[in-house]
């Protein structure tokens, strides 16, 4: 019966994902989180790529190196930073508090959950309120809808909306999420955390002095997950393998030394200061 059930649960996986090529790769259509994109999730259809999944042997370790010519190792699963800022895992944290509840509560309700509430509450206009940044700065009033970081952007593109962990938002985004950390606890559980070259927790790494994060492009959910299994069991995942972006950026290192040389701060878009106050939100709340 239960083969028969993981062919059934394949076949409606690959269905979908056909149907979702042709309508985003040919048809070009905006990707939406529609009823087809949770069913996806909802049959966890990550997991027919871990079944044989062989899990990579790495041992380089980051430690805040300067030179550093490893393209796949291990960090400290405290020097993770979201890609939107470190509240994503820290003092807020939605995500992890989220995860916490799901290892508790595997069968969590999603109006029950941290990440439903923090939707609610927490709605951002600019980035002075998103970040917390001091009313002077001239980046205080750009609207939290804008993606620019200082040290990637030369300017703001107010043709690239991004749509980030806070509200408002409908209830299929937050769905979409606690799917998405669920399906990874479970196959935590079953497989352990598998990486594989291609399928792997990507990003950079910010230099600060004498610390770092690593700023995380793709992978919050499973860190999220990860986190909250340390959290509950100290023993686990104290070092996550990661690797170096290469598809949504090419960027390896930022240092905070050369803050005059980023794109924002050379142009003369903000001032140095404005530029290091919004790079410190990635290290602390």
Known sequence: ??????????????????IQFIKYRILKRNFSKDNLEILKHKLNFYSHNLKKRKILKVTNEYNNEKNFNE?????????????DGYYTFNGPAPLFKSAIQICKNPNLNVNESFLYEFYKDFQPQNYGELYNLNVKNSLYHLSSELQFKPWVNTF?????????????????????????LKNIFKNVIEFGYAPSEKDI????ILRSKDDYRFLITSGHHRVAVLKAINYLHPEKFNKVTVSFEETRSNLKYIDQENVDNWPAVYSKYCSRKDALELFSKFFNV
Do not use: C, Q, W
């Open 1 to 18: 019966m239960k083969k028969v059930f993981d062919f059934l649960n394949l076949f409606l996986v690959k269905t979908i994902l056909l």
């Open 71 to 83: 393209n796949i190792f291990k960090v400290d699963i405290n020097k993770f930073t979201g890609f």
């Open 201 to 204: 927790i990507k990003g950079y």
């Open 156 to 180: 703001v593109d107010t043709k690239k909306i991004r749509k980030a962990i806070f509200g408002p938002s409908g209830f299929k985004e937050v769905e979409h999420r606690l799917i998405r």
